[in-house]
């Protein structure tokens, strides 16, 4: 147990939420992880959250289209605020998150991409697209990269890597499927111990 708290934010189906949630249940992640922040009401990962009493909330400039940057942060901050998050994990979140919620979290912000950047990432490049752009290329390895986020998609300096294998045989299916198998098992190992710097700073300061 630590005193930390953390706020995953998705879009999509919520399989790395979940493993996230298994890793907390298991005891490899200390934090709690009382809230998931999302721009679709409808997504997997809501669901996920439901079933594991973790606090929905939902935030998506449709709702608030006459917010200014500013503002449309504080929307954020607010809520990151009420429920006192120190880190900030994003899983399938399809969204730029505002600016100046990134430089209130700086260096507490993080994300998983399904490809070895900085290769094979940008605009349009998220999931099964990424699979598809890295068997066009021909490449041999690909792989996983957590990374720091800041304001630029896919830029924030790399904390992890791990290459995955690419088969003979693969289609964008079956590797999506082994880059996720690492995705679930990495994740809350560098969550595990990016909770224990940010504990320690914490406590020490
Ligand atoms: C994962 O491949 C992750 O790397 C990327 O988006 C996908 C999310 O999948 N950022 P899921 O919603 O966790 O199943």
Redesign the pocket.
């Known amino acids: 147990m630590n005193n930390l708290n953390i706020s995953v934010f ?1 879009s ?6 979940k493993a996230i949630l298994k890793a907390k249940r298991n005891g490899i992640i200390k934090s709690n992880i009382p809230l998931l922040i999302t721009n679709n009401s409808h997504c997997g ?1 809501v669901e996920i959250a439901k079933k594991n009493s973790v606090n929905v909330v939902h935030i998506s400039r449709k709702i608030y289209p006459d917010l200014d940057e500013k503002e449309y942060s504080q929307v954020f901050l607010n809520v990151l605020e009420e429920f006192k998050i120190d880190l900030i994990v994003l ?2 979140y399809m969204k730029l998150l505002p600016e100046y919620v990134v430089e209130r979290y700086e260096n507490k912000i993080i ?4 490809a070895l950047l900085p290769s094979f990432c940008g605009k349009g490049m ?2 099964i697209n990424v699979h598809r752009a890295v068997l066009e290329a021909g490449v041999k390895v690909t792989g996983i990269t957590i990374h720091y986020v800041n304001k630029e998609y896919d830029k924030g300096k790399i904390i992890f890597q791990k290459c995955v294998e690419i088969k003979e045989n693969d289609d964008e299916i079956s590797l999506q499927k082994r880059v ?1 198998k690492y ?1 679930h098992k990495y994740y809350p190992l560098v969550i595990a111990s990016l909770e224990k710097i940010i504990s320690y700073e914490k406590s020490n300061n």
């Open positions: 998705a999509g189906g919520g399989s790395n939420f990962a899983a399938g994300n998983i991409h399904p998220y999931g996720l995705e």
